[in-house]
């Protein structure tokens, strides 16, 4: 009302008739010409918000863009990142929820024990790995990836792809894996599925040439291997390789899209919930670094 009146009569005078101190209308009409510091600073934050959901291809929700935040060196809680998520109405990809496994059925020949029985956190790296194979379609037909996670910091240690799949594959990206890790004798313990590729001759030779322990997961159990499952979920939702898309890319550039996530986004960048939202390259390398920082005893 003074604000309305201050044309035909002082602002003093108004305020007096009302019992209303000059200084308070001032303060009002202040925050009404320009945004609050609040405001100002929510939009500023948000901002933000939007640049990193748009570096992570809107597959980041609140908890991952939180984190991303305090690295940069923005104070902010994790409820707030949310509140402003949902303002701007930006909202994670996400993958579908894995479909309950099959009772599991009698064993094949060349099926051992499961050692691992769903202890996805070992203590220290090259402990565990889990492997697995997934079909991709492309331009020139399907495409098979075989890889091995550490489950310490969920890496990808060693992949290969090929239109094979066959025992070659996942020798091929083994070999790989133990070409770029040190992993002690009799120390490594790998799990994979059932699948024949794993029961074949030669892999099983590989597994005692380099003294590693196999271990297999009940048949059609998929949570037994839930690592593995949940990174082909993430691989294929984040990069687009669904099977019911409509645009196929050829096989090489399949090729140089999966080095370029697998090796320069999924080990070097994406934040993990499991390893304290860090990325498995930097949860490696805090453990070594928490290692040398321990006193030997004398």
Not at 100 to 116: F, H, I, T, W, Y
């Amino acid at each position: 009302m003074i604000d309305q009146l201050a044309a035909q009569h002082s602002v003093a005078w108004l305020c007096r008739q009302l019992g209303v101190a000059r200084s308070g209308f001032y303060a009002w009409r202040q925050r009404q010409e320009a945004p609050g510091k609040r405001a100002a600073e929510n939009a500023a934050i948000t901002a933000e918000i939007t640049a990193v959901f748009q570096v992570h291809r809107g597959f980041y929700g609140s908890p991952r863009i939180h984190q991303e935040l305090r690295a940069s060196g923005r104070h902010i809680g994790r409820h707030r990142v949310a509140r402003l998520m949902r303002r701007a109405e930006l909202r994670a990809r996400t993958r579908k929820a894995f479909r309950p496994c099959s009772k599991a059925g009698r064993g094949a020949v060349g099926v051992v024990e499961n050692l691992l029985q769903q202890e996805f956190q070992p203590a220290a790296p090259n402990r565990c790995w889990a492997g697995d194979i997934t079909y991709i379609r492309t331009s020139a037909g399907w495409r098979y990836l075989a890889v091995w996670i550490d489950l310490f910091s969920r890496r990808v240690v060693g992949w290969t792809l090929d239109q094979r799949m066959d025992t070659a594959l996942v020798i091929e990206a083994l070999n790989r894996a133990l070409g770029h890790r040190q992993v002690a004798p009799d120390q490594l313990l790998i799990h994979t599925d059932q699948g024949s590729q794993y029961r074949a001759n030669d892999y099983r030779e590989l597994l005692q040439k380099e003294k590693i322990t196999c271990s297999m997961s009940a048949k059609g159990c998929c949570w037994d291997n839930a690592v593995v499952e949940s990174f082909f979920s993430t691989l294929k939702l984040e990069r687009n390789l669904d099977d019911d898309r409509e645009v196929l890319i050829s096989p090489q550039q399949l090729q140089r899209d999966l080095a370029f996530w697998i090796e320069g986004y999924y080990n070097r960048e994406r934040r993990h919930s499991t390893i304290g939202y860090l990325s498995p390259i930097d949860y490696e390398q805090a453990f070594i670094t928490a290692r040398t920082l321990i006193p030997m005893n004398p």
